[in-house]
Protein backbone atom coordinates (compact mmCIF):
# COMPACT_ATOMS: atom_id res chain seq x y z
CA UNK A 1 0.00 0.00 0.00
CA UNK A 2 0.86 3.86 -0.14
CA UNK A 3 1.59 6.40 2.46
CA UNK A 4 -1.23 8.22 0.63
CA UNK A 5 -3.51 5.66 1.35
CA UNK A 6 -3.32 5.77 5.30
CA UNK A 7 -4.33 10.10 5.15
CA UNK A 8 -7.76 8.79 3.03
CA UNK A 9 -8.53 6.80 6.58
CA UNK A 10 -9.67 8.82 8.90
CA UNK A 11 -10.19 6.20 11.41
CA UNK A 12 -6.39 6.31 11.57
CA UNK A 13 -6.11 9.39 13.13
CA UNK A 14 -3.03 10.61 11.23
CA UNK A 15 -2.04 14.21 10.43
CA UNK A 16 0.70 14.90 8.30
CA UNK A 17 3.32 16.95 9.19
CA UNK A 18 5.94 16.44 6.50
CA UNK A 19 7.09 14.81 3.30
CA UNK A 20 4.23 15.49 1.46
CA UNK A 21 6.20 14.81 -2.00
CA UNK A 22 7.32 10.82 -0.28
CA UNK A 23 3.50 10.15 0.13
CA UNK A 24 3.75 7.72 -3.00
CA UNK A 25 6.43 5.65 -0.79
CA UNK A 26 5.07 1.78 -0.39
CA UNK A 27 4.73 0.84 3.26
CA UNK A 28 5.66 -3.07 3.31
CA UNK A 29 4.99 -3.65 6.99
CA UNK A 30 4.40 -1.78 10.56
CA UNK A 31 6.86 -1.50 13.66
CA UNK A 32 6.40 -0.09 17.04
CA UNK A 33 8.68 0.97 18.56
CA UNK A 34 10.72 3.24 21.47
CA UNK A 35 14.10 1.51 21.10
CA UNK A 36 16.99 4.64 20.39
CA UNK A 37 18.20 2.32 17.83
CA UNK A 38 16.12 -0.32 15.96
CA UNK A 39 18.38 -0.83 13.28
CA UNK A 40 18.47 -4.34 13.58
CA UNK A 41 14.60 -5.17 14.06
CA UNK A 42 14.59 -2.83 10.19
CA UNK A 43 14.54 -4.52 6.73
CA UNK A 44 13.03 -1.43 5.21
CA UNK A 45 9.69 -0.12 4.15
CA UNK A 46 8.29 0.06 7.65
CA UNK A 47 5.63 2.60 9.13
CA UNK A 48 7.35 2.81 12.79
CA UNK A 49 5.20 4.20 15.36
CA UNK A 50 6.81 5.22 18.40
CA UNK A 51 5.29 6.87 21.48
CA UNK A 52 8.57 8.78 21.82
CA UNK A 53 9.45 7.58 25.19
CA UNK A 54 13.52 7.10 23.57
CA UNK A 55 12.96 11.10 23.41
CA UNK A 56 14.76 12.63 26.63
CA UNK A 57 15.16 15.90 24.86
CA UNK A 58 16.30 17.91 21.58
CA UNK A 59 19.53 15.88 21.26
CA UNK A 60 17.99 12.49 20.57
CA UNK A 61 16.22 13.02 17.98
CA UNK A 62 18.89 13.71 14.95
CA UNK A 63 20.60 10.24 15.58
CA UNK A 64 17.43 8.50 15.82
CA UNK A 65 15.82 9.56 12.63
CA UNK A 66 19.07 8.84 10.77
CA UNK A 67 18.66 5.59 11.83
CA UNK A 68 14.92 5.09 10.49
CA UNK A 69 16.26 6.84 6.85
CA UNK A 70 19.33 4.90 6.55
CA UNK A 71 17.27 1.76 7.03
CA UNK A 72 14.78 2.64 4.46
CA UNK A 73 11.73 2.99 6.63
CA UNK A 74 8.68 4.37 4.48
CA UNK A 75 7.44 6.49 7.31
CA UNK A 76 7.90 7.54 11.03
CA UNK A 77 3.85 7.90 13.43
CA UNK A 78 4.77 9.81 16.91
CA UNK A 79 1.91 9.63 19.09
CA UNK A 80 0.69 12.70 20.83
CA UNK A 81 -0.17 11.02 24.03
CA UNK A 82 3.44 11.23 25.92
CA UNK A 83 4.31 15.09 24.41
CA UNK A 84 1.50 16.58 23.06
CA UNK A 85 2.31 18.29 20.56
CA UNK A 86 5.10 16.63 18.38
CA UNK A 87 8.49 18.92 19.39
CA UNK A 88 9.64 20.73 16.20
CA UNK A 89 13.07 19.20 16.38
CA UNK A 90 11.53 15.86 15.33
CA UNK A 91 9.79 17.44 12.44
CA UNK A 92 12.52 19.08 11.46
CA UNK A 93 14.71 16.26 11.70
CA UNK A 94 12.46 13.98 9.85
CA UNK A 95 12.37 17.27 7.20
CA UNK A 96 16.41 17.09 6.34
CA UNK A 97 16.59 13.42 6.06
CA UNK A 98 13.63 13.42 3.65
CA UNK A 99 11.68 11.28 5.83
CA UNK A 100 7.16 11.42 5.93
CA UNK A 101 6.52 12.64 9.38
CA UNK A 102 2.70 11.88 10.98
CA UNK A 103 1.43 12.77 13.87
CA UNK A 104 -0.76 10.03 15.91
CA UNK A 105 -4.14 11.56 17.57
CA UNK A 106 -3.85 10.34 20.99
CA UNK A 107 -7.29 8.66 20.99
CA UNK A 108 -6.51 6.08 18.38
CA UNK A 109 -4.15 2.79 19.49
CA UNK A 110 -1.18 1.86 17.49
CA UNK A 111 -2.77 -1.56 17.35
CA UNK A 112 -5.39 -0.33 15.35
CA UNK A 113 -2.99 0.94 13.03
CA UNK A 114 -1.08 -2.37 12.82
CA UNK A 115 -4.22 -3.97 12.34
CA UNK A 116 -5.22 -1.42 9.28
CA UNK A 117 -1.89 -1.70 7.78
CA UNK A 118 -1.22 -5.63 8.24
CA UNK A 119 -4.40 -5.87 6.69
CA UNK A 120 -3.76 -3.83 3.04
CA UNK A 121 -0.25 -5.09 2.74
CA UNK A 122 -1.26 -8.50 3.02
CA UNK A 123 -4.39 -8.59 0.99
CA UNK A 124 -2.18 -6.96 -1.91
CA UNK A 125 0.61 -9.31 -1.40
CA UNK A 126 -1.16 -12.45 -0.79
CA UNK A 127 -4.83 -13.82 -0.11
CA UNK A 128 -3.85 -16.33 2.71
CA UNK A 129 -3.05 -13.78 5.13
CA UNK A 130 -6.78 -11.84 4.95
CA UNK A 131 -8.35 -14.50 7.17
CA UNK A 132 -5.69 -13.93 9.61
CA UNK A 133 -5.83 -10.58 9.93
CA UNK A 134 -9.29 -10.26 9.79
CA UNK A 135 -9.71 -12.55 12.81
CA UNK A 136 -7.41 -9.72 14.28
CA UNK A 137 -9.89 -8.07 16.39
CA UNK A 138 -10.65 -11.69 18.11
CA UNK A 139 -7.14 -11.42 19.65
CA UNK A 140 -7.71 -8.30 21.10
CA UNK A 141 -10.98 -9.24 22.81
CA UNK A 142 -10.96 -10.14 26.04
CA UNK A 143 -14.35 -11.90 26.31
CA UNK A 144 -15.46 -15.58 25.09
CA UNK A 145 -15.30 -14.86 21.75
CA UNK A 146 -11.71 -13.88 22.17
CA UNK A 147 -8.88 -16.44 22.40
CA UNK A 148 -5.51 -14.23 22.34
CA UNK A 149 -2.66 -15.81 19.96
CA UNK A 150 -4.35 -19.59 19.83
CA UNK A 151 -7.17 -17.60 17.39
CA UNK A 152 -4.23 -16.30 14.85
CA UNK A 153 -2.23 -20.27 14.80
CA UNK A 154 -5.54 -22.11 14.83
CA UNK A 155 -5.62 -20.35 11.22
CA UNK A 156 -2.22 -21.03 10.90
CA UNK A 157 -3.09 -24.78 10.85
CA UNK A 158 -6.29 -24.42 9.14
CA UNK A 159 -5.93 -23.01 6.19
CA UNK A 160 -2.29 -23.16 5.53
CA UNK A 161 -1.91 -26.48 7.08
CA UNK A 162 1.00 -25.55 9.73
CA UNK A 163 1.79 -26.61 13.07
CA UNK A 164 2.86 -23.59 15.41
CA UNK A 165 3.32 -22.85 18.80
CA UNK A 166 3.97 -19.71 20.78
CA UNK A 167 6.81 -20.27 23.39
CA UNK A 168 8.58 -17.91 26.15
CA UNK A 169 12.05 -17.58 26.21
CA UNK A 170 11.89 -19.84 29.57
CA UNK A 171 10.58 -22.57 26.90
CA UNK A 172 6.64 -22.04 28.88
CA UNK A 173 4.26 -22.68 26.02
CA UNK A 174 2.03 -20.04 25.68
CA UNK A 175 -0.63 -20.79 22.98
CA UNK A 176 -0.41 -23.57 19.82
CA UNK A 177 -2.84 -24.15 17.64
CA UNK A 178 -5.98 -26.81 17.89
CA UNK A 179 -3.94 -28.26 14.80
CA UNK A 180 -0.83 -28.69 16.62
CA UNK A 181 -2.35 -32.00 18.20
CA UNK A 182 -1.01 -32.97 21.46
CA UNK A 183 1.19 -30.14 23.87
CA UNK A 184 5.16 -30.34 22.30
CA UNK A 185 6.87 -32.09 25.20
CA UNK A 186 8.74 -29.93 27.84
CA UNK A 187 11.70 -31.10 26.73
CA UNK A 188 11.06 -30.10 23.64
CA UNK A 189 10.51 -26.56 24.13
CA UNK A 190 12.98 -26.58 26.49
CA UNK A 191 15.42 -27.34 23.38
CA UNK A 192 13.46 -24.83 21.30
CA UNK A 193 14.29 -22.13 23.31
CA UNK A 194 17.69 -22.47 23.97
CA UNK A 195 18.31 -22.50 20.05
CA UNK A 196 16.19 -19.76 20.05
CA UNK A 197 17.84 -17.44 22.35
CA UNK A 198 21.65 -18.70 21.37
CA UNK A 199 20.48 -17.94 17.91
CA UNK A 200 19.02 -14.55 19.05
CA UNK A 201 22.20 -13.85 21.00
CA UNK A 202 24.41 -14.01 17.16
CA UNK A 203 22.36 -11.55 16.03
CA UNK A 204 21.28 -13.26 12.76
CA UNK A 205 17.83 -12.05 11.59
CA UNK A 206 15.13 -15.22 11.78
CA UNK A 207 13.84 -16.98 10.93
CA UNK A 208 16.10 -19.30 12.33
CA UNK A 209 15.37 -23.06 11.23
CA UNK A 210 16.19 -25.98 14.02
CA UNK A 211 16.46 -30.01 13.38
CA UNK A 212 15.27 -31.42 16.46
CA UNK A 213 15.11 -35.75 16.56
CA UNK A 214 14.45 -35.68 12.69
CA UNK A 215 11.61 -32.58 12.48
CA UNK A 216 12.62 -29.22 11.07
CA UNK A 217 11.20 -26.11 13.14
CA UNK A 218 11.87 -22.37 11.95
CA UNK A 219 11.82 -20.27 14.72
CA UNK A 220 10.33 -16.56 14.51
CA UNK A 221 10.77 -14.14 16.87
CA UNK A 222 8.14 -11.78 18.58
CA UNK A 223 10.22 -8.46 19.46
CA UNK A 224 7.63 -6.58 21.85
CA UNK A 225 7.74 -2.35 21.63
CA UNK A 226 8.91 -0.54 24.27
CA UNK A 227 11.18 -2.52 26.53
CA UNK A 228 14.52 -1.91 26.87
CA UNK A 229 16.70 1.32 25.33
CA UNK A 230 20.03 2.04 24.62
CA UNK A 231 21.73 4.24 26.43
CA UNK A 232 22.55 8.19 25.42
CA UNK A 233 26.24 7.76 25.96
CA UNK A 234 27.14 4.69 25.08
CA UNK A 235 29.09 4.09 21.57
CA UNK A 236 26.71 2.90 18.46
CA UNK A 237 29.12 0.28 18.01
CA UNK A 238 27.95 -1.68 20.76
CA UNK A 239 24.19 -0.20 20.83
CA UNK A 240 22.88 -3.37 18.86
CA UNK A 241 24.43 -5.68 21.20
CA UNK A 242 23.18 -4.06 24.48
CA UNK A 243 19.45 -4.17 23.00
CA UNK A 244 19.75 -7.76 22.31
CA UNK A 245 20.94 -8.30 25.98
CA UNK A 246 18.37 -6.22 27.60
CA UNK A 247 15.16 -8.18 25.74
CA UNK A 248 16.50 -11.29 24.53
CA UNK A 249 15.37 -13.46 27.74
CA UNK A 250 12.11 -11.08 27.51
CA UNK A 251 10.70 -11.37 24.22
CA UNK A 252 8.12 -14.71 23.15
CA UNK A 253 9.37 -16.26 19.75
CA UNK A 254 6.72 -18.07 17.24
CA UNK A 255 7.89 -22.01 16.27
CA UNK A 256 6.70 -23.48 13.07
CA UNK A 257 7.18 -27.28 12.60
CA UNK A 258 8.52 -26.48 8.73
CA UNK A 259 11.33 -25.63 7.42
CA UNK A 260 10.66 -22.01 6.17
CA UNK A 261 14.21 -21.91 4.08
CA UNK A 262 12.19 -23.33 0.81
CA UNK A 263 9.07 -20.65 1.42
CA UNK A 264 8.38 -17.87 -1.19
CA UNK A 265 8.76 -14.36 0.03
CA UNK A 266 5.27 -13.91 0.39
CA UNK A 267 4.94 -16.99 2.92
CA UNK A 268 7.57 -15.31 4.70
CA UNK A 269 5.81 -12.13 4.63
CA UNK A 270 2.10 -14.03 6.12
CA UNK A 271 4.36 -14.98 9.28
CA UNK A 272 6.21 -11.88 10.11
CA UNK A 273 2.47 -10.66 10.27
CA UNK A 274 1.18 -13.10 12.68
CA UNK A 275 4.28 -12.13 14.70
CA UNK A 276 3.38 -8.78 14.44
CA UNK A 277 -0.27 -9.93 15.71
CA UNK A 278 1.07 -11.51 18.40
CA UNK A 279 3.29 -8.61 19.92
CA UNK A 280 0.36 -6.81 19.95
CA UNK A 281 -1.30 -9.62 22.47
CA UNK A 282 2.14 -9.52 24.28
CA UNK A 283 2.21 -5.89 24.91
CA UNK A 284 -1.16 -5.97 26.05
CA UNK A 285 -0.63 -8.43 28.56
CA UNK A 286 2.18 -6.68 30.00
CA UNK A 287 0.33 -3.73 29.95
CA UNK A 288 -2.46 -5.58 31.92
CA UNK A 289 0.68 -6.90 34.84
CA UNK A 290 0.89 -2.76 35.71
CA UNK A 291 -1.39 -3.11 38.30
CA UNK A 292 0.01 -6.09 40.69
CA UNK A 293 3.78 -4.89 39.64
CA UNK A 294 2.92 -1.52 41.30
CA UNK A 295 1.09 -3.64 44.35
CA UNK A 296 4.42 -5.59 44.84
CA UNK A 297 6.63 -2.27 44.62
CA UNK A 298 4.34 -0.03 47.24
CA UNK A 299 4.50 -3.90 49.43
CA UNK A 300 8.29 -3.61 48.86
CA UNK A 301 8.72 -0.02 49.80
CA UNK A 302 6.83 -0.49 52.82
CA UNK A 303 8.40 -3.46 54.08
CA UNK A 304 11.68 -1.66 53.23
CA UNK A 305 11.41 1.65 54.86
CA UNK A 306 10.18 -0.28 57.95
CA UNK A 307 6.59 0.35 58.06
CA UNK A 308 4.55 -0.50 60.50
CA UNK A 309 3.08 -4.14 60.14
CA UNK A 310 -0.54 -3.01 60.63
CA UNK A 311 0.23 -0.64 57.47
CA UNK A 312 1.84 -3.90 55.84
CA UNK A 313 -0.80 -6.07 56.55
CA UNK A 314 -3.43 -3.64 55.14
CA UNK A 315 -1.66 -3.01 51.71
CA UNK A 316 -1.25 -7.44 51.76
CA UNK A 317 -5.32 -7.17 52.07
CA UNK A 318 -5.47 -4.92 49.03
CA UNK A 319 -3.28 -7.49 46.90
CA UNK A 320 -4.79 -10.62 47.88
CA UNK A 321 -7.76 -10.23 45.94
CA UNK A 322 -5.75 -9.22 43.11
CA UNK A 323 -3.70 -12.19 42.92
CA UNK A 324 -6.12 -14.64 44.06
CA UNK A 325 -9.59 -13.42 43.05
CA UNK A 326 -12.24 -15.68 44.92
CA UNK A 327 -9.80 -16.68 48.09
CA UNK A 328 -11.28 -15.21 51.05
CA UNK A 329 -8.95 -16.27 53.53
CA UNK A 330 -5.57 -14.80 53.98
CA UNK A 331 -3.17 -16.41 52.02
CA UNK A 332 0.36 -16.84 52.78
CA UNK A 333 3.43 -15.13 51.05
CA UNK A 334 6.98 -16.13 49.69
CA UNK A 335 9.23 -13.57 48.10
CA UNK A 336 11.48 -14.88 45.26
CA UNK A 337 14.71 -12.69 44.91
CA UNK A 338 16.77 -12.44 41.43
CA UNK A 339 19.32 -10.61 39.81
CA UNK A 340 20.01 -10.93 35.86
CA UNK A 341 23.98 -9.68 35.73
CA UNK A 342 26.09 -8.92 32.41
CA UNK A 343 29.67 -8.42 32.38
CA UNK A 344 30.62 -5.18 32.25
CA UNK A 345 27.78 -3.89 34.80
CA UNK A 346 26.82 -0.84 31.95
CA UNK A 347 23.31 -2.54 31.64
CA UNK A 348 20.26 -2.32 33.93
CA UNK A 349 19.38 -6.54 34.42
CA UNK A 350 16.37 -5.49 36.69
CA UNK A 351 13.55 -5.13 33.97
CA UNK A 352 14.43 -8.69 32.20
CA UNK A 353 14.21 -10.32 35.88
CA UNK A 354 11.49 -9.02 36.37
CA UNK A 355 10.36 -10.47 33.46
CA UNK A 356 11.81 -14.10 34.00
CA UNK A 357 10.18 -14.01 36.98
CA UNK A 358 6.80 -14.19 35.77
CA UNK A 359 7.63 -16.35 33.25
CA UNK A 360 9.48 -18.80 35.88
CA UNK A 361 7.09 -19.08 38.82
CA UNK A 362 4.30 -20.02 36.74
CA UNK A 363 3.23 -23.77 36.86
CA UNK A 364 5.36 -25.23 34.34
CA UNK A 365 2.10 -27.68 33.74
CA UNK A 366 -0.15 -24.45 32.70
CA UNK A 367 -0.43 -23.18 29.09
CA UNK A 368 -1.05 -19.60 28.04
CA UNK A 369 -0.21 -16.06 29.63
CA UNK A 370 -3.35 -16.22 32.51
CA UNK A 371 -1.97 -17.88 35.36
CA UNK A 372 1.03 -15.80 35.11
CA UNK A 373 -1.01 -12.49 36.57
CA UNK A 374 -1.11 -14.16 39.80
CA UNK A 375 2.15 -13.03 40.52
CA UNK A 376 3.74 -9.64 41.41
CA UNK A 377 7.03 -8.58 40.85
CA UNK A 378 8.87 -5.79 41.23
CA UNK A 379 12.31 -4.44 39.99
CA UNK A 380 15.02 -2.35 41.34
CA UNK A 381 18.40 -1.98 39.48
CA UNK A 382 19.54 -5.33 39.08
CA UNK A 383 17.40 -6.88 41.18
CA UNK A 384 14.12 -8.29 40.67
CA UNK A 385 11.67 -9.09 43.66
CA UNK A 386 8.28 -11.41 43.51
CA UNK A 387 5.73 -11.48 46.17
CA UNK A 388 3.76 -15.02 45.57
CA UNK A 389 0.92 -15.82 47.10
CA UNK A 390 -0.13 -19.00 48.51
CA UNK A 391 -3.59 -20.37 49.09
CA UNK A 392 -4.20 -20.73 53.16
CA UNK A 393 -3.22 -23.74 54.32
CA UNK A 394 -4.65 -25.34 57.85
CA UNK A 395 -2.15 -25.01 60.76
CA UNK A 396 -2.52 -28.41 61.58
CA UNK A 397 -0.78 -29.63 58.47
CA UNK A 398 1.81 -32.81 58.41
CA UNK A 399 5.13 -30.33 58.61
CA UNK A 400 5.93 -31.21 54.92
CA UNK A 401 7.12 -28.11 52.64
CA UNK A 402 4.74 -26.07 51.12
CA UNK A 403 5.14 -23.63 48.35
CA UNK A 404 7.97 -23.05 46.04
CA UNK A 405 11.05 -24.72 45.58
CA UNK A 406 14.27 -23.47 44.62
CA UNK A 407 15.87 -26.92 43.24
CA UNK A 408 12.43 -27.24 41.06
CA UNK A 409 12.18 -23.09 39.89
CA UNK A 410 15.20 -23.98 37.08
CA UNK A 411 15.14 -27.46 36.58
CA UNK A 412 13.11 -27.09 32.52
CA UNK A 413 14.70 -23.28 32.46
CA UNK A 414 18.36 -23.97 33.18
CA UNK A 415 19.65 -25.01 29.80
CA UNK A 416 17.38 -22.42 27.13
CA UNK A 417 18.15 -19.18 29.73
CA UNK A 418 22.19 -20.15 30.05
CA UNK A 419 21.96 -20.40 25.72
CA UNK A 420 20.61 -16.61 25.92
CA UNK A 421 23.31 -15.87 28.72
CA UNK A 422 26.10 -16.99 26.32
CA UNK A 423 28.78 -16.74 28.57
CA UNK A 424 28.62 -13.22 29.47
CA UNK A 425 25.63 -13.05 31.80
CA UNK A 426 24.09 -14.53 35.16
CA UNK A 427 20.84 -15.57 36.81
CA UNK A 428 21.01 -16.06 40.32
CA UNK A 429 17.76 -16.59 42.74
CA UNK A 430 16.74 -16.93 46.24
CA UNK A 431 13.56 -18.43 47.81
CA UNK A 432 12.50 -17.84 51.04
CA UNK A 433 9.90 -19.90 53.36
CA UNK A 434 6.65 -19.28 53.64
CA UNK A 435 5.23 -16.74 56.38
CA UNK A 436 1.51 -15.91 57.18
CA UNK A 437 2.11 -12.10 58.50
CA UNK A 438 2.91 -8.84 57.55
CA UNK A 439 5.23 -9.27 60.32
CA UNK A 440 7.13 -12.01 58.75
CA UNK A 441 7.61 -10.46 55.34
CA UNK A 442 10.84 -8.34 56.11
CA UNK A 443 12.96 -11.41 57.24
CA UNK A 444 11.43 -13.29 53.96
CA UNK A 445 12.97 -10.53 51.73
CA UNK A 446 16.28 -10.97 53.89
CA UNK A 447 16.05 -14.43 53.74
CA UNK A 448 15.61 -14.90 49.84
CA UNK A 449 18.68 -11.88 49.43
CA UNK A 450 20.70 -14.23 51.43
CA UNK A 451 19.70 -17.49 49.47
CA UNK A 452 20.52 -15.31 46.36
CA UNK A 453 23.85 -14.60 47.75
CA UNK A 454 24.52 -18.11 48.44
CA UNK A 455 23.60 -19.03 44.70
CA UNK A 456 25.54 -16.72 43.05
CA UNK A 457 29.09 -17.95 44.99
CA UNK A 458 28.03 -21.50 43.29
CA UNK A 459 29.66 -22.11 39.97
CA UNK A 460 27.17 -21.83 36.82
CA UNK A 461 24.99 -18.90 34.73
CA UNK A 462 22.17 -20.37 36.08
CA UNK A 463 22.01 -20.75 39.97
CA UNK A 464 19.01 -20.92 42.72
CA UNK A 465 18.82 -21.47 46.32
CA UNK A 466 16.43 -21.59 49.10
CA UNK A 467 15.63 -21.21 52.68
CA UNK A 468 16.40 -24.36 53.77
CA UNK A 469 20.42 -23.81 52.82
CA UNK A 470 20.38 -20.84 55.62
CA UNK A 471 19.38 -22.91 57.96
CA UNK A 472 22.70 -24.17 59.12
CA UNK A 473 24.45 -20.96 59.13
CA UNK A 474 22.71 -17.23 58.84
CA UNK A 475 19.36 -18.27 60.74
CA UNK A 476 21.61 -20.01 63.57
CA UNK A 477 24.15 -17.68 63.92
CA UNK A 478 22.89 -15.68 66.85
CA UNK A 479 23.15 -19.33 68.80
CA UNK A 480 26.12 -19.95 68.19
CA UNK A 481 28.42 -19.57 71.35
CA UNK A 482 30.47 -15.91 71.92
CA UNK A 483 33.16 -17.77 72.77
CA UNK A 484 33.00 -19.42 69.73
CA UNK A 485 32.04 -16.81 67.51
CA UNK A 486 35.20 -14.78 68.77
CA UNK A 487 37.36 -17.17 68.02
CA UNK A 488 35.96 -17.83 64.23
CA UNK A 489 36.01 -14.20 63.07
CA UNK A 490 39.21 -13.41 64.70
CA UNK A 491 41.37 -16.16 62.98
CA UNK A 492 40.24 -14.94 59.79
CA UNK A 493 39.58 -11.24 60.14
CA UNK A 494 42.42 -10.47 62.81
CA UNK A 495 44.85 -10.39 60.38
CA UNK A 496 43.60 -8.25 58.19
CA UNK A 497 42.31 -5.86 60.86
CA UNK A 498 46.25 -5.46 61.91
CA UNK A 499 47.43 -4.52 58.48
CA UNK A 500 44.88 -1.99 57.98
CA UNK A 501 45.83 -0.28 60.95
CA UNK A 502 49.27 -0.24 60.42
CA UNK A 503 49.26 0.00 56.40
CA UNK A 504 45.46 1.86 55.99
CA UNK A 505 45.10 -0.53 53.68
CA UNK A 506 41.15 -0.95 53.57
CA UNK A 507 41.27 -4.87 53.45
CA UNK A 508 38.29 -5.36 55.35
CA UNK A 509 35.69 -2.86 53.05
CA UNK A 510 37.14 -4.59 50.13
CA UNK A 511 36.39 -7.87 51.27
CA UNK A 512 33.00 -6.64 52.03
CA UNK A 513 32.17 -5.33 48.91
CA UNK A 514 33.83 -8.15 47.21
CA UNK A 515 31.53 -10.48 48.39
CA UNK A 516 28.22 -8.55 48.17
CA UNK A 517 29.31 -8.13 44.67
CA UNK A 518 29.55 -11.80 44.44
CA UNK A 519 32.97 -11.99 43.26
CA UNK A 520 32.95 -9.62 40.21
CA UNK A 521 35.86 -7.83 39.31
CA UNK A 522 34.63 -5.32 37.60
CA UNK A 523 31.34 -4.48 39.63
CA UNK A 524 33.66 -4.38 42.63
CA UNK A 525 36.28 -2.30 41.40
CA UNK A 526 32.98 0.12 39.92
CA UNK A 527 31.85 0.30 43.78
CA UNK A 528 35.25 0.92 45.22
CA UNK A 529 36.34 3.37 42.62
CA UNK A 530 39.67 1.26 41.89
CA UNK A 531 41.29 -0.01 39.22
CA UNK A 532 40.68 -4.03 38.93
CA UNK A 533 44.54 -4.41 38.80
CA UNK A 534 44.66 -3.13 42.38
CA UNK A 535 41.32 -5.12 43.52
CA UNK A 536 43.25 -7.83 42.32
CA UNK A 537 46.44 -6.87 44.52
CA UNK A 538 44.06 -6.24 47.42
CA UNK A 539 42.43 -9.64 47.02
CA UNK A 540 45.79 -11.34 46.84
CA UNK A 541 46.81 -9.76 50.11
CA UNK A 542 43.45 -11.12 51.68
CA UNK A 543 44.18 -14.49 50.85
CA UNK A 544 48.11 -14.08 51.16
CA UNK A 545 47.48 -13.18 55.44
CA UNK A 546 44.35 -15.54 55.64
CA UNK A 547 45.48 -18.69 53.37
CA UNK A 548 42.48 -18.54 51.96
CA UNK A 549 41.13 -18.67 48.37
CA UNK A 550 38.09 -16.29 47.64
CA UNK A 551 37.90 -18.27 44.03
CA UNK A 552 36.30 -20.98 46.54
CA UNK A 553 32.60 -21.45 47.97
CA UNK A 554 33.90 -22.72 50.88
CA UNK A 555 36.27 -19.60 51.78
CA UNK A 556 33.80 -16.98 50.54
CA UNK A 557 31.20 -18.58 52.77
CA UNK A 558 33.84 -18.51 55.89
CA UNK A 559 34.58 -14.95 55.04
CA UNK A 560 30.74 -13.87 54.38
CA UNK A 561 30.06 -15.79 58.43
CA UNK A 562 32.72 -14.31 59.70
CA UNK A 563 31.60 -11.07 58.95
CA UNK A 564 28.43 -11.25 59.58
CA UNK A 565 29.12 -12.32 63.22
CA UNK A 566 31.87 -10.16 63.91
Known amino acids: ?49 TGLAWRRDASDTEPFVRILASAGVAALAAGEAELGAIPDDI ?39 AAVVDRHRRLMTSGPAGGGPDVVLDLLGSDLDLRAWVLSPAGRAIAG ?65 RDVRETVLSDWFLAVEADAGDWPEERLDLLQGVTQL ?21 VLELV ?21 PGIGAAPHWQVVVARVEWEGGEIEGGPVAQSLLEEILVDPLSAGPEPSDRIAVAHTGDEAIALVPLPAVSSEHDGSETGLLADSLLESVRDPLSAGLDGDGRLTLGVSASVHSAEGLRGALEEARHARRVAAARPGRVCAAGHQELASHVLLLPFVPDDVRRAF ?32 WTRCAARLHLHVNTLRYRVGRIEQLTGRDLSRLEDKLDFFLALRMS
Open 177 to 241: SSAAGPALPTAVCARLAAEHLAAARTGRRGPHRVLLDGTTYSLFPIRSSGRGSASAAAPASTAAL
Open 91 to 129: VEACARHRLPLFAVNESVAFATITEHVVRQVSGERAGDL
Open 1 to 49: MRLRALLDTDALGLRLLGGEEELDRTVRGVMTTDLRDPSRYLAGGELVL
Open 304 to 324: QTGAAPAEIAARLRVAAPVLL
Open 278 to 298: IAVERDRRDAARTVRRRLAQE
Open 489 to 520: TARLLDPLRDYDRRHRAELIPTLEAFLDCDGS
